[in-house]
């Protein structure tokens, strides 16, 4: 396998797909990133199953047969239902070592990895879009890298995407909303986690999140294909701050917003054992089910939820910020995309 750095110089869009794509799918997934399938994809085949050019000629037919980006990703967040779940799947292999995990997989997700994955796939229309927008969602400004990924969901993610959606939270919780302060230390998480010496300085977090207790008056104006992220924190005086997440509450879970056959609101998410949708009132349910033992052993619990809604346009948002070429994607040392 030849060294993604040691590309030459002359470097054509070909050999920059196939360098973005030498990840989890092997030199055979990148030969064949962005060309049409041989076949057609069979109906029932659940998307965890597909293989990348599969993918890529799913999207394109999904693009041409639904032009409601919400429809879309509702659709393809359903087509995955029954994914398995695994935690802490994804790095920066091969361009980095510090996270040896490769940039994308199919087969399973997190959370994390299931809403970027849906996202991206919902927004383009063959595998090379997918991959290049996948990067641009997980990375601050699509700078691959274990020090640029978006770590911290309320402090790097829902910034970093602004392009993509907006946080709707204070408009639907109104005077219910609550606040909460958080101090982010990336440096601190780089150098414990991934043995990564950085200068990055500490950040002074505010956030407003929705209390569960509230989520009826929100419930009616929440859509399909907004995103839903599950505020955890430890309900106990004098209780410690996180020492990962720098405060006393942060996002712990997220996923994205459905409609039930009979209108009721849904989460579709990923969770241990596999990729489910529910209505939200059960997941409320459960989760609040032990919170007297919770607060009594100091141990987080749900608070409540923050919101994020769709821009009108989120691609011509994207090229406001990368140019007309955008998403623009950069591995670490320097090679740009495209």
Known sequence: MNNPFALPSARNRRA?????CLCAGGLAAAANAGEPAAAATPADKPLYAFTEPEVGAYLARLHATEPDLRQRIVHLARKNLGQPYELYLLGEAPFET???????????SDCVVFTEHTLAMALSRDWTGFMRLLQRI??????????????????????????????????????????????????????????????????????????????????????????????????????????????????????????????????????????REEPLTALIARETAHNTEKDAAGKPRLLGFKVLRLVADPLAQLRQLDGPDAPRVTLPGGVTFP
Do not use: C, M
């Open 16 to 20: 920059r797909r196939l360098a973005l």
């Open 98 to 108: 510090h996270d040896p995990q490769p940039l994308y997989s199919l087969t399973k």
């Open 138 to 275: 997980r990375y601050r400004d699509g700078r691959i890298g274990v020090a640029t990924r978006n770590h911290f969901t309320e402090a790097d993610w829902n910034p970093a995407n602004r392009w993509l959606a907006t946080d709707v939270t204070a408009e639907l919780a109104g005077d219910a909303a609550k606040k909460w302060d958080a101090r982010i230390d990336r440096a601190r998480f780089l150098r414990t986690r991934y043995r990564l010496e950085t200068a990055l300085p500490v950040e002074q977090l505010r956030d407003t999140y929705l209390p569960y207790e509230a989520i009826a008056r929100a419930e009616p104006h929440i859509a399909p294909g907004d995103i839903i992220q599950l505020v955890r924190g430890v309900v106990r005086p004098g209780a410690p701050e996180s020492e990962i997440f720098g405060g006393s509450a942060w996002i712990g879970h997220l996923g994205l917003a459905a409609r039930g056959a009979d209108g009721a609101l849904h989460l579709i998410h990923s969770v241990e054992p596999a990729v």
